[in-house]
Nanobody, 126 residues
Framework: VQLQASGGGLVQPGGSLRLSCAAS????????TGWFRQAPGKEREGVSC????????FYTGSVKGRFTISRDNTQNTVYLQMDSLKPEDSAVYYC????????????????????WGQGTQVTVSS
């Protein structure tokens, strides 16, 4: 099983990036997929999550209205469109998959995610 996160980079405040998480070696459309991030000196936090079929989406409060998660199961890929980026969005972003069905109270629980990608760096700075 491999999850390949990509699309990170350096962007100015107010700019946009689109992260991709490409999966191989698993039945992707059976997996809930989440994005997490970890900034230096901080704990990793859940950013967003999308259910297997894409019908349910969850966002942490600080990114609601700015980030959009989507998936293309024909391409075994989940995307995170990040707009209106702020310096506080700077972090290493990780994607992860889960066999569970996400609900509001549990989608952030890292223990529910079994496979993790290697992370992609996002830096928002002028």
């Amino acid at each position: 099983v491999q999850l390949q996160a990509s699309g990170g980079g350096l962007v100015q405040p107010g700019g946009s990036l689109r992260l991709s998480c490409a999966a191989s070696g698993l039945t992707f459309n059976d997996k809930t997929t989440g994005w997490f991030r970890q900034a230096p000196g901080k704990e990793r936090e859940g950013v967003s999550c999308i259910s297997r079929g894409g019908g349910r989406k969850f966002y942490t409060g600080s990114v609601k209205g700015r980030f959009t998660i989507s998936r293309d199961n024909t391409q075994n890929t989940v995307y995170l469109q990040m707009d209106s980026l702020k310096p506080e969005d700077s972090a290493v972003y990780y994607c992860a998959t889960s066999n569970g069905n996400p609900i509001t109270s549990t989608w952030r629980w890292e223990s529910l995610y079994d496979y993790w990608g290697q992370g992609t760096q996002v830096t928002v700075s002028s």
